[in-house]
């Protein structure tokens, strides 16, 4: 069975530093996988999404992922953090063919003056 | 377009009343889904509907009920509330019912059992 794993539960930063929001999964066959952003009292809205091709994704908003194959990974990043991006991030699976999206358990990104 | 639609937008029930939270969308997508989402557990699905007149089971099913009116709505019943339902709801569609459709949120409803 699937199942997804984000390493930490809370992530402050300074704006205008590097983050990077940490995704492992496990699955045994092959899988798309997605970030997800739920701004404070908001619905989620999709950031990015891996299916297949270049392990470098980009999304909205200047944040990228990469799809590591070997390490059962797809970390998320942004180089320069504003505070506007203040928010909860989810990583979410889904093995191939599957119609079942399977959410980590988020992680709070808190961009500070 | 309004999108995805979600109503009541707060609710307080005691133990053992029913509700039933309502659903609609306009993005003419055929699949839709229930989620509840509670504090360090991310998003569980509860049900979902490939098409109008079909649905599934998804992850925490019990104490639910669902029901595809149509098309564009989609509903979720509580028939005799219990605190472990306090959570904060989420209805989604897709286009269509493959892995890797994007899904699209409404604004959630946050109930309260007493």
């Known amino acids: 069975a699937q199942s997804v794993t984000q390493l930490d539960s809370q992530v402050p930063v300074f704006e205008e530093a590097p983050v990077e929001l940490r995704c492992n999964y496990s699955?045994?066959?092959?899988?798309?996988l997605f970030w997800y952003v739920q701004y404070p009292n908001q619905g989620l809205q999709l950031l990015l999404k891996y299916l297949s091709g270049s392990t470098l994704v980009k999304g909205i908003n200047g944040f990228e992922a990469e799809f590591n194959k070997s390490q059962t990974s797809f970390h998320l990043r942004k180089p320069s953090v504003h505070i506007s991006d203040t928010a909860e991030y989810f990583c979410a699976v889904s093995e191939g063919g599957s119609e079942k999206l399977v959410f980590g358990k988020g992680t709070k990104l808190t961009v500070n003056p | 377009n309004a999108g995805v639609t979600q109503t009541p937008k707060f609710q307080v029930l005691k133990t053992g009343q029913s509700m039933t939270l309502q659903c609609a969308q306009d993005?003419?997508?055929?699949?839709m889904y229930w989620y509840r989402q509670d504090p360090g557990m991310g998003l569980r699905l509860i049900y979902y509907s490939a098409s109008e007149g079909t649905t599934d089971k998804g992850e925490v099913p019990n104490g639910y009920n669902v029901s595809r009116l149509n098309k564009r709505e989609f509903s979720l019943r509580l028939e005799s509330a219990a605190p472990s339902q306090t959570s904060v709801y989420f209805c989604a569609t897709s286009a269509d019912l493959i892995a890797y459709n994007e899904q699209f949120f409404g604004p959630g409803t946050r109930l309260t059992v007493l």
């Open positions: 993005m003419n997508h055929n699949s």
């Open positions: 699955s045994s066959v092959s899988v798309y």
